[in-house]
């Protein structure tokens, strides 16, 4: 068996070391950067919050990406809208009752305050327990205090006020970095005797307005009666006057007749009277011809005046 000399020049050692340095070169780039990260990327909506030995700098570092110093940490700090709620919170009123409330404020961290925050409390959830919270909680209470008695959280004016109230006061947290936006009052729970006593006023309410609607429903029905009766007063009246005028008009035409009637025996009076002839012709046009006959004693003599008979002219 042989072997082929391969003969190394001294050019060729030189260019294997330098290429072996600038990979060894790269590899401990490589290895420095998966190591000590000396980058970093600040997602939507956050803001990076750099910090060196415990020195927090004063710049915040902006969404996208970012070459820092590999000895620096980042905190990431979320700019989101957020919500905190809050059940339950007991508000008492000038009464000396106390009422439960629901509350939810929504609000956000100031980007531009981030870093001032992060230095002075720490990341979100602190700024919320720290600050936000405790806040939000005296601001109840003192509200609750301009409440004259307990119902009166029902009332939308009240809540209202309320509301503006806790918003206002809420506004002094943007020193510490918290921009507050919306507060709302999601729920009163009263004492239960308030809720009783709330509970029977609306029933006895609701009772006065069907009584008054009974009321209403009654006086109109008794208007209709009323309007029905003067129609019907009206319409016998009127007949009335009709059978009354009827009766005059009859009453009248009798008169009238029987004043004819006397007045014409009156005149034939008269006139029979004035002339006597009349009366013997009206006796004569009437007899039929016929002699009275009369059944007498054989002894009896009838007696009759033939002058007084006077035949008219034919």
């Given at each position: 068996?042989?072997?082929?000399?391969?003969?190394?020049?001294?050019?060729?050692?030189?260019?294997?070391?330098?290429?072996?340095?600038?990979?060894?070169?790269?590899?401990?780039?490589?290895?420095?950067?998966?190591?000590?990260?000396?980058?970093t990327t600040i997602p939507a909506g956050h803001v990076g919050v750099s910090s060196l030995f415990g020195k927090v700098d004063p710049i915040e570092l902006n969404?996208?990406?970012?070459?820092?110093?590999?000895?620096?940490?980042?905190?990431?700090?979320?700019?989101?809208?957020?919500?905190?709620?809050?059940?339950?919170?007991?508000?008492?009123?000038?009464?000396?009752?106390?009422?439960?409330?629901?509350?939810?404020?929504?609000?956000?961290?100031?980007?531009?305050?981030?870093?001032?925050?992060?230095?002075?409390?720490?990341?979100v959830a602190s700024l919320e327990s720290v600050h936000l919270k405790p806040k939000l909680r005296s601001l109840l209470r003192e509200a609750g205090k301009g409440?004259?008695?307990?119902?009166?959280?029902?009332?939308?004016?009240?809540?209202?006020?309320?509301?503006?109230?806790?918003?206002?006061?809420?506004?002094?947290?943007?020193?510490?970095?918290?921009?507050?936006?919306?507060?709302?009052?999601?729920?009163?729970?009263?004492?239960?005797?308030?809720?009783?006593?709330?509970?029977?006023?609306?029933?006895?309410?609701?009772?006065?307005?069907?009584?008054?609607?009974?009321?209403?429903?009654?006086?109109?029905?008794?208007?209709?009666?009323?309007?029905?009766?003067?129609?019907?007063?009206?319409?016998?009246?009127?007949?009335?006057?009709?059978?009354?005028?009827?009766?005059?008009?009859?009453?009248?035409?009798?008169?009238?007749?029987?004043?004819?009637?006397?007045?014409?025996?009156?005149?034939?009076?008269?006139?029979?009277?004035?002339?006597?002839?009349?009366?013997?012709?009206?006796?004569?046009?009437?007899?039929?011809?016929?002699?009275?006959?009369v059944s007498l004693s054989e002894k009896a003599t009838p007696l009759i005046n033939l002058n007084d008979l006077e035949v008219p002219n034919r």
């Amino acid at each position: 068996m042989s072997f082929d000399q391969v003969e190394i020049t001294a050019e060729q050692i030189r260019k294997a070391k330098k290429t072996g340095f600038r990979v060894l070169i790269i590899l401990i780039i490589i290895v420095f950067l998966f190591m000590f990260k000396p980058f970093t990327t600040i997602p939507a909506g956050h803001v990076g919050v750099s910090s060196l030995f415990g020195k927090v700098d004063p710049i915040e570092l902006n969404e996208g990406f970012h070459f820092i110093n590999p000895l620096k940490k980042v905190q990431k700090i979320d700019c989101k809208n957020k919500e905190l709620t809050l059940d339950n919170v007991g508000v008492p009123s000038q009464d000396q009752l106390t009422t439960a409330v629901d509350v939810t404020v929504k609000w956000r961290v100031d980007r531009s305050k981030a870093a001032e925050a992060y230095q002075e409390t720490g990341d979100v959830a602190s700024l919320e327990s720290v600050h936000l919270k405790p806040k939000l909680r005296s601001l109840l209470r003192e509200a609750g205090k301009g409440i004259k008695n307990a119902e009166d959280f029902y009332q939308d004016k009240v809540q209202v006020s309320m509301q503006e109230v806790i918003y206002e006061g809420l506004q002094d947290l943007s020193t510490k970095g918290i921009l507050v936006e919306e507060v709302l009052l999601r729920g009163f729970e009263l004492p239960r005797m308030i809720v009783s006593g709330v509970e029977d006023k609306k029933r006895q309410k609701q009772l006065a307005e069907r009584q008054v609607e009974e009321l209403k429903r009654f006086s109109t029905e008794m208007e209709q009666k009323q309007v029905q009766a003067k129609a019907e007063k009206l319409a016998a009246i009127e007949e009335a006057e009709k059978r009354k005028a009827l009766a005059d008009a009859k009453a009248y035409e009798i008169t009238a007749e029987a004043k004819a009637q006397a007045e014409a025996i009156a005149i034939k009076g008269e006139a029979l009277a004035r002339y006597p002839a009349i009366i013997k012709l009206r006796s004569i046009e009437k007899w039929n011809g016929v002699v009275p006959r009369v059944s007498l004693s054989e002894k009896a003599t009838p007696l009759i005046n033939l002058n007084d008979l006077e035949v008219p002219n034919r």
